[in-house]
């Protein structure tokens, strides 16, 4: 089953990540409502400074077996966390070089 998401996300004045926001379907229904109430829980850990590159390594990910490495989240939430975690980096990366 192939979904359509959307995610809306807040920034504080310095470029951090304030809040997140991520919808898919009807709304009122029930997987809208998980991720809505999903994604309500990663803003208030971006706002008590958790990072996105930590919560993305501890959402399921597909693997091979014997393999070390992260494969592709296997849900929206994981996928957009390794979205905010790229764009975390070249955040960091630019206040550092500037």
């Known amino acids: 089953m192939n979904n359509e998401y959307t995610a809306s996300i807040g920034y504080y004045p310095d470029g951090s990540?304030?809040?997140?926001?991520?919808?898919s379907g009807k709304a009122g229904s029930h997987s809208s409502i998980l991720l809505l109430e999903a994604s309500i829980a990663l803003s208030?850990?971006?706002?008590?400074?958790?990072?996105a590159e930590?919560?993305?390594r501890a959402m399921p990910h597909f693997s091979r077996v014997g393999d070390k490495t992260l494969?592709?989240?296997e849900g929206p939430i994981g996928t957009l966390l390794t979205i905010l975690a790229k764009e975390e980096e070249?955040?960091?990366?630019e206040r550092l070089d500037g």
Request: no cysteine.
């Open 54 to 56: 930590d919560m993305r």
């Open 17 to 23: 990540i304030g809040d997140v926001f991520v919808r």
């Open 44 to 51: 208030v850990a971006f706002q008590f400074g958790a990072r």
């Open 90 to 93: 070249r955040y960091v990366k």
């Open 71 to 73: 494969g592709e989240p």
